[in-house]
């Protein structure tokens, strides 16, 4: 699917490093907590995602639990934001203001925006970042096309890992808020209980990816 524009800020080991750490970290008390991650973390609270910051590496976590120490949390870092052209209904997606928004995460400190950028490019993104965390994780477990469930396109690679009682995603997903038809790409830490198996047949796994990544 051709895209419009991305704007994206590739994963670095630190960062990469600093997310799988997450759900081990020590909890910081709910009244501390604003101050540590300021002050400690890096982070600043941003209105481009509900319930997110940019954390200190200039990336977005958006999360549901708590972000640290909280091996029930779900943890999604978005480091791309994609918008695929030719929407169905222009009038109703607004394109102007997509594009704007876009506009708004390529000005994130360390982001930059590719115009119309093809779907190789689109892919060598998200191929760095798997090349950052298979360094720490090993190859992936299974690797597979995404398709409309996680997104309206671009229609890149997912990777899944196994870390302890973790999955680790790597794959482009749907925003689930006012502008859902642009598509982030993500490194997402979720709950995987270890006698969990993966499915078998690539759409189920995908569903299996879609309802652990999409908040």
């Not at 096309?145 to 196994?162: A, F």
Request: aromatic residues 8%; contains cysteine.
């Amino acid at each position: 699917m051709p895209v419009h524009s991305l704007a994206h800020s590739p994963l670095s080991p630190t960062a990469v490093r600093e997310l799988l750490a997450m759900p081990a970290m020590p909890a910081v008390p709910e009244e501390e907590f604003d101050e540590y991650s300021e002050k400690v973390l890096g982070w600043e609270y941003t209105c481009l995602v509900s319930d997110a910051v940019v954390t200190g590496h200039g990336h977005v976590l958006w999360y549901e639990g708590e972000p640290l120490g909280d091996p029930e949390c779900t943890l999604v870092l978005t480091f791309g934001e994609a918008y695929p052209v030719d929407p169905p209904d222009p009038d109703e997606y607004g394109h102007d203001a997509l594009v704007e928004l876009v506009g708004e995460w390529a000005a994130l400190p360390g982001w930059v925006l590719l115009q119309q950028p093809d779907e190789g490019e689109c892919e060598a993104v998200l191929d760095r970042t798997a090349d950052v965390v298979a360094a720490e994780l090993g190859p992936p477990l299974r690797t597979l096309r995404s398709n409309d469930w996680l997104g309206m396109g671009p229609y890149l690679r997912c990777r899944i890992w196994r870390m302890g009682e973790h999955g680790v995603v790597l794959a482009p997903g749907e925003d689930g808020g006012p502008y859902g038809y642009l598509t982030h790409l993500v490194l997402a830490v979720h709950p995987w209980p270890a006698g969990e198996e993966l499915p078998v047949a690539d759409e189920d796994c995908l569903r299996w990816v879609r309802d652990r990544i999409i908040l």
